[in-house]
T-cell receptor, first 118, second 111 residues
Framework: KAGVTQTPRYLIKTRGQQVTLSCSPI?????VSWYQQTPGQGLQFLFE???????NKGNFPGRFSGRQFSNSRSEMNVSTLELGDSALYLC?????????????????FGPGTRLTVL | GQQLNQSPQSMFIQEGEDVSMNCTSS?????WLWYKQDPGEGPVLLIA?????ELTSNGRLTAQFGITRKDSFLNISASIPSDVGIYFC???????????FGTGTRLKVLA
C-alpha cells in the first residue's frame, strides 16, 4: 500500500507570493492533518480535515488555509508569504480523526514539502 | 496551553549502549505516541501507548505509559548507527482533535 505522498518536495518562493501544497493520503484514509515544522518552534499543528470538513485549526494566521477533496486528497495554501513561513510542511493521514483526546487511528506522515521563502 | 517537554534535548552515545529518554506533559494524556524522524523525512511511528502503566516493545525499542498519565519513556537497547535521528513524543489534546508534539530528543550514535 502506498504511503502518504506530498508534492512538491521542495519549493522556493519570494515574499508576498502564495503557494499551494498537495497531500495524497494513504488509500482508504479519510483524515488529513497538516503540520509546520521549524527548528525554533518544532512541530506545530495547522489543521485537520475529515470528509471535506475542517475539524480543528491550530494557532496560525488566516493566511494559512486548506481544503480537502471528495477523494480525501488535501491541499494547503499560504498567501502573502513571509520569511518566517520557511519550514517543512508535513501532512499526516489516518483512517478517522482523533476524538476527545483518544487516538482513533494512528497518523502516518508523508515526507514533507520543504518551503523556502526568500 | 499544553506542552510536552522531552529530555534530554540531545545525546551522543557509543554504539551498543542503551538509551533512555522521556517526555512529560503539563496535563493528562490518554494516548502517547513515539515517532522517529530522519533528516529530510517525515516522522515515522515507532510505538503507540493507550493505557496508563502499559509497557510496549518494538524490536529494540521499549516505551512505557507513565502511571500519572503525564509522562512516557522510551528506551533503545544496544544502539546502532541507524538509530540516529530525532525522537518525538506526541499525543492528542483532550477535547480537541489536534496532536501536540514534544520538543524532540536528537540522538547521535558514535560507531
Amino acid at each position: 500500500k502506498a504511503g502518504v505522498t506530498q508534492t512538491p518536495r521542495y519549493l522556493i518562493k519570494t515574499r508576498g507570493q502564495q503557494v499551494t501544497l498537495s497531500c495524497s493520503p494513504i488509500s482508504g484514509h479519510r483524515s488529513v492533518s497538516w503540520y509546520q515544522q521549524t527548528p525554533g518552534q518544532g512541530l506545530q499543528f495547522l489543521f485537520e480535515y475529515f470528509s471535506e470538513t475542517q475539524r480543528n485549526k491550530g494557532n496560525f494566521p488566516g493566511r494559512f488555509s486548506g481544503r480537502q477533496f471528495s477523494n480525501s486528497r488535501s491541499e494547503m495554501n499560504v498567501s502573502t508569504l513571509e520569511l518566517g513561513d520557511s519550514a517543512l510542511y508535513l501532512c499526516a493521514s489516518s483512517l478517522t480523526p482523533t476524538s476527545g483526546g483518544v487516538v482513533a487511528d494512528t497518523q502516518y506522515f508523508g515526507p514533507g514539502t520543504r518551503l523556502t521563502v526568500l | 496551553g499544553q506542552q510536552l517537554n522531552q529530555s534530554p534535548q540531545s545525546m551522543f552515545i557509543q554504539e551498543g549502549e542503551d538509551v533512555s529518554m522521556n517526555c512529560t506533559s503539563s496535563s493528562i494524556f490518554n494516548t502517547w505516541l513515539w515517532y522517529k524522524q530522519d533528516p529530510g523525512e517525515g516522522p515515522v511511528l515507532l510505538i503507540a501507548l493507550y493505557k496508563a502503566g502499559e509497557l510496549t516493545s518494538n524490536g529494540r525499542l521499549t516505551a512505557q505509559f507513565g502511571i500519572t498519565r503525564k509522562d512516557s519513556f522510551l528506551n533503545i537497547s544496544a544502539s546502532i548507527p541507524s538509530d540516529v535521528g530525532i525522537y518525538f513524543c506526541a499525543g492528542p489534546t483532550s477535547g480537541t482533535y489536534k496532536y501536540i508534539f514534544g520538543t524532540g530528543t536528537r540522538l547521535k550514535v558514535l560507531a
